[in-house]
């Protein structure tokens, strides 16, 4: 990407945009037709305690999610990528899925078509008494008509069995899977962003970087916009610009942003450190310490102490207001 040029207004000669304040604000100065990808996980603050200001009903959530969502099918070319990635509101009463609440939202668009529910699972969360706990978000993938880009190859997994042959018909005796690896479907499994997980940050909901690079190797190009209209610390951003892709996005947390500005610059220096895209997720050994319980009397090592992980340190750093004289 060469020298990266970052601005914190629009600007379409920029590589990054890191947009302090209101997601509207920023979509409403930005051309239409001008980004090829969407991808957001937006904040629920009908459900998150740790969302600052005041917790939104679910009637004026979903208002002010549909007036995000015109601006973002605005800002799409034809043939563009929409994905809004969402969780459970839990109340008193149950859990709302926030997907098919919002998917009204969506369908007032005649352009737009659904491609995919993707169901995102991962195994770490917080354990729950009453209900079984949740593991998983959804996001759902609509495109802005149907002439939309695809590149499957990008991000193909590992076949389950690689030396399968066909036993019967014309193919009799030849390797039944693709050579590259198998279509990921539409369960995808990896960690979600918490503890030791080498991209943590202070942001409290962070996804991972690996959930934004399948779309932007299948659905976009090369020199493509990106854009995040929750930026958060910028995953969607570092996804970008490591895959040579421009990127744009707000947040009303300046905090977030100059983290995110940190990650960024890393990124597009090749020294941002990530869950490789395709590690599979790893189960501890049978013999190991983390599949059994010894007698506590009989521990024979101290616990293993971590440093920081690499998220957490470029937090500290931006929160002390380090600057970097090269970006």
């Known amino acids: 990407m060469g020298a990266l040029r970052v601005a914190g207004t629009w600007d379409p ?22 980004a090829q ?33 015109a601006a973002c099918v605005r800002l799409l070319r034809p043939g563009g990528s929409l994905c809004w990635q969402v969780g459970n509101h839990v109340c008193e009463d149950g859990i709302v899925p926030i997907d098919v609440l919002l998917y009204p939202c969506f369908t007032r668009h005649p352009e737009l078509r659904l491609r995919n529910r993707v169901v995102w699972h991962f195994e770490h969360g917080l354990h729950c008494r009453r209900r079984f706990s949740g593991r998983y978000e959804v996001i759902l993938w609509f495109t802005k008509g149907d002439g939309y880009p695809f590149d499957l190859d990008s991000i193909r997994v590992p076949q389950k069995y690689p030396g399968k042959r066909a036993w019967k ?46 779309f932007v190797l299948s659905v976009t190009r090369p020199g493509d916009l990106v854009v995040d209209p929750y930026l958060g610390v ?60 010894d007698d506590p009397e009989r521990r024979t090592h101290a616990p293993r102490r971590r440093a920081p992980t690499q998220g957490l340190r470029i937090a500290v750093d931006a929160d002390g207001g380090a600057r970097d004289d090269r970006r």
């Open 37 to 69: 990808l969407v991808v957001t996980s937006p904040p629920y603050n009908i459900a998150k305690p740790y969302e600052r200001g005041a917790r939104l009903t679910l009637e004026r959530y979903v208002a002010a999610q549909d007036a995000v969502i």
């Open 13 to 34: 000669a920029a590589d990054v945009v890191l947009h302090h304040g209101d997601t509207l604000d920023l979509l409403r100065a930005m051309p239409s037709a001008c």
């Open 234 to 293: 910028g995953s969607t951003a570092c996804a970008a610009v490591l895959h040579g892709r421009r990127a744009a996005g707000a947040d009303v947390v300046a905090e977030y942003l100059a983290i995110a500005r940190r990650r960024i610059v890393l990124a597009a220096r090749g020294e941002l450190r990530t869950r490789p895209m395709g590690r599979a997720v790893p189960t501890p050994r049978p013999t190991s310490a983390l599949a059994r319980r």
């Open 169 to 214: 018909g014309r193919r009799v005796g030849e390797y039944t899977g693709h050579p590259l690896g198998k279509n990921p479907g539409d369960v995808w499994i990896f960690p979600n962003v918490k503890a030791n997980h080498v991209e943590k940050t202070t942001h409290p909901c962070q996804f991972p970087i690996e959930l934004v690079e399948r």
